[in-house]
């Protein structure tokens, strides 16, 4: 794992991400995800401290 890190220039942890993933379902599960957050707590707080 290391080796394949090092050559792609990335960290350890992607390629065991990936390399879950694609025993999970193939190429198909491969595809780059969103990593935007389902939600933010914190804003909601801020805004409806502001509209009080």
């Known amino acids: ?9 990335v960290s350890r942890q992607s390629v065991h991400t990936w390399r879950k993933r694609y025993q999970k379902g193939g ?10 957050p ?7 707080w801020v805004c409806r401290g502001i509209a009080l």
């Open 38 to 44: 389902h939600r933010v707590v914190q804003a909601t």
């Open 1 to 9: 794992m290391v080796e394949v890190a090092l050559r792609y220039g």
């Open 27 to 36: 190429v198909e599960c491969l595809v780059e995800r969103s990593r935007r």
